[in-house]
T-cell receptor, first 116, second 115 residues
Framework: AQKITQTQPGMFVQEKEAVTLDCTYD???????LFWYKQPSSGEMIFLIY??????QNATEGRYSLNFQKARKSANLVISASQLGDSAMYFC?????????????FGAGTRLAVHP | GAGVSQSPSNKVTEKGKDVELRCDPI?????LYWYRQSLGQGLEFLIY????????KSGLPSDRFSAERTGGSVSTLTIQRTQQEDSAVYLC?????????????FGPGTRLLVL
């Protein structure tokens, strides 16, 4: 069965510094996708970044980059130049391709606190 | 354009009552997903719709939970005879159909509290 593991329940970072949020996954499917979502205290899930299993390069979106290490089955999120508004829960998720659609399996999340 | 909308944003109900939660997906998104997020937890898949049909209901926790979708757009998640363990945030997401719709866009959720 597919599984997502986020081992950091909480992380702290100083404003303007970079932070890495860990995510490891387990799947036997050679084709899969990995996502990171941000959930601020207001509750909505905000899509941040996507990495396909066959993508040759690590995904980047502005201050977000995904450190994809396929052999290690890890997909860590790197946030550069942290801002106070980055304080939120962060979820790693994997697309489970069952029946030709994209059911997401989520990790337990990491709560990030950015300090001034 | 408008994102995914959900109503109500908050719902407080008494144990044993029925509740209906509504999701209005992004226009043109034929795939719709319901998830549940219990306090401090990640999201748990409930049900998937493609158009008006639900090929995957495997995540519905009991027969008290049901969902329907009409006109390929609005979906309603119904919980009958609510229990305290049903208290959670219920999130809806929509996407393009099939594997092309890899990114799911979420609504703001409905926070359900069963007293």
């Amino acid at each position: 069965a597919q599984k997502i593991t986020q081992t950091q329940p909480g992380m702290f970072v100083q404003e303007k510094e970079a932070v890495t949020l860990d995510c490891t996954y387990d799947t036997s499917d050679p084709s899969y996708g990995l996502f990171w979502y941000k959930q601020p205290s207001s509750g909505e899930m905000i899509f941040l970044i996507y990495q396909g299993s066959y993508d040759q390069q690590n995904a980047t979106e502005g201050r977000y980059s995904l450190n994809f290490q396929k052999a290690r089955k890890s997909a860590n999120l790197v946030i550069s130049a942290s801002q106070l508004g980055d304080s939120a829960m962060y979820f790693c998720a994997m697309r489970e391709r069952s029946g030709g659609y994209n059911k997401l399996i989520f990790g337990a999340g990491t709560r990030l606190a950015v300090h001034p | 354009g408008a994102g995914v909308s959900q109503s109500p944003s908050n719902k407080v109900t008494e144990k044993g009552k029925d509740v209906e939660l509504r999701c209005d997906p992004i226009s043109g998104h034929t795939a719709l997903y319901w998830y549940r997020q219990s306090l401090g937890q990640g999201l748990e898949f409930l049900i998937y719709f493609q158009g008006n049909s639900a090929p995957d209901k495997s995540g519905l926790p009991s027969d008290r939970f049901s969902a329907e979708r009409t006109g390929g757009s609005v979906s309603t998640l119904t919980i009958q005879r609510t229990q305290q363990e049903d208290s959670a945030v219920y999130l809806c997401a929509s996407t393009l159909p099939g594997l092309a719709g890899k990114t799911q866009y979420f609504g703001p959720g409905t926070r359900l509290l069963v007293l």
